[in-house]
């Protein structure tokens, strides 16, 4: 059976010949957030960029 995609992206994650990696978009946009004086933001950052 032929398979149809190279690469199949899912919940932030890339599946592929590779094997599984987190989606490339999530690390671009966890670099380009802004981190901020404010604790709750703060924390919010860093629960992102602790789930990647």
């Known amino acids: 059976m032929p398979v149809q995609n190279e690469e199949v992206h899912y919940v932030g994650h890339t ?5 599984l990696e987190a989606d490339p978009d999530l690390f671009r946009t966890a670099q380009d957030m802004d981190i901020s004086q ?15």
Not at 38 to 52: A, D, Q, S
Request: net charge positive.
């Open 15 to 19: 599946l592929s010949k590779k094997g």
């Open 38 to 52: 404010h604790e709750k933001e703060g924390h919010t950052c860093l629960n992102f960029i602790t789930y990647l």
